[in-house]
C-alpha cells in the first residue's frame, strides 16, 4: 500500500518530468537519477483527491484575499465619504456572503466537474487510441494521462494566475501524455487535443440552425 508521501511524490514528479514519467508508466524507462525507484501509476480517486486538497487551499486562499480588498475598500470609502458608512458596509457584507458560498460551491463541487472532464477525455483518448492501434490497452493508456494530468492543479493556488496556469499546464500534460504513453505523433496529438473545441463548435452550430430553423 502507497503511502500519503508516495502519492504526493509521484503527483508532483508528474511536473518535473512530465513526458519522461509516461515513459516509465508505458516502458518501464527509469527517470533521470532515480535509476533504483519506478513511481506507480496512480488511481484516479489518488489522484482527485489531492487535487481536491489544492482546491480546498485555493478557495480558501481565494477568500482570504478577496475578504482583505473587500475590507480595505469599505475603509477608505468609509474614510472619504461617511455619509456612505453605513451603506458599504451592509453592501459589503452581502458580498462577503456571495463570495463565502461562491467559493464554498467550488469547493464542493470540484471532485465532480474533475471527474466528469477526466472522462470525457479517457473516453477520446480512447477511440483514438483504438483508431491508432487496436492492440494497444486502451483503458490504461487513457486512464494515465487524464489521471495524471490533474497535478497541474498544483498551481491554481498561485493567486489571480493561478487558474489560467493551471488550465494551460493541465492540457500540456494531456500532451505529453498522448506523446510519451499512447505514442501520438505531435500532429495527432494536437488534433485530439482540439477535437473537444471542435465537437463544441459543430454542436453549437447544429444547435443554432435548429432554432433558426424553427423561428423562420
Known amino acids: 500500500m502507497k503511502s500519503i508521501l508516495d502519492l504526493f511524490e509521484t503527483y508532483l514528479m508528474v511536473l518535473v518530468h512530465p513526458f519522461r514519467i509516461h515513459?516509465?508508466?508505458?516502458?518501464?524507462?527509469?527517470?533521470?537519477?532515480?535509476?533504483?525507484?519506478?513511481?506507480?501509476?496512480?488511481?484516479?480517486?489518488?489522484?482527485?483527491?489531492?487535487?481536491?486538497?489544492?482546491?480546498?487551499?485555493?478557495?480558501?486562499?481565494?477568500?482570504?484575499?478577496?475578504?482583505?480588498?473587500?475590507?480595505?475598500?469599505?475603509?477608505m470609502q468609509s474614510e472619504s465619504f461617511p455619509v456612505l458608512q453605513d451603506l458599504i458596509i451592509s453592501s459589503g457584507i452581502s458580498t462577503y456572503y456571495f463570495l463565502l458560498f461562491s467559493a464554498s460551491l467550488d469547493i464542493i463541487f470540484f471532485p465532480i466537474t474533475a471527474l466528469i472532464m477526466t472522462e470525457v477525455w479517457a473516453w477520446m483518448i480512447r477511440t483514438y487510441s483504438k483508431w491508432l492501434n487496436p492492440d494497444l490497452p486502451h483503458e490504461e493508456i487513457a486512464d494515465q494521462i487524464t489521471t495524471h494530468a490533474l497535478s497541474s492543479n498544483v498551481f491554481s493556488i498561485i493567486p489571480f494566475l493561478g487558474d489560467l496556469?493551471?488550465?494551460?499546464?493541465?492540457?500540456?500534460?494531456?500532451?505529453?501524455?498522448?506523446?510519451?504513453?499512447?505514442?501520438?505523433?505531435?500532429?495527432?496529438?494536437?488534433?485530439?487535443?482540439?477535437?473537444?473545441?471542435?465537437?463544441?463548435?459543430?454542436l453549437f452550430s447544429l444547435f443554432g440552425f435548429a432554432i433558426f430553423y424553427l423561428v423562420s
Open 23 to 75: 515513459q516509465q508508466f508505458r516502458y518501464q524507462v527509469a527517470l533521470p537519477g532515480q535509476d533504483n525507484h519506478f513511481f506507480a501509476p496512480l488511481k484516479l480517486s489518488e489522484a482527485l483527491g489531492i487535487s481536491w486538497v489544492f482546491a480546498i487551499v485555493r478557495g480558501l486562499a481565494k477568500l482570504v484575499l478577496l475578504n482583505f480588498f473587500l475590507q480595505s475598500f469599505v475603509n
Open 165 to 202: 496556469i493551471q488550465s494551460g499546464l493541465y492540457f500540456f500534460l494531456l500532451y505529453a501524455g498522448l506523446r510519451s504513453n499512447l505514442g501520438a505523433s505531435r500532429s495527432l496529438a494536437w488534433v485530439i487535443l482540439i477535437t473537444p473545441t471542435l465537437l463544441g463548435i459543430m
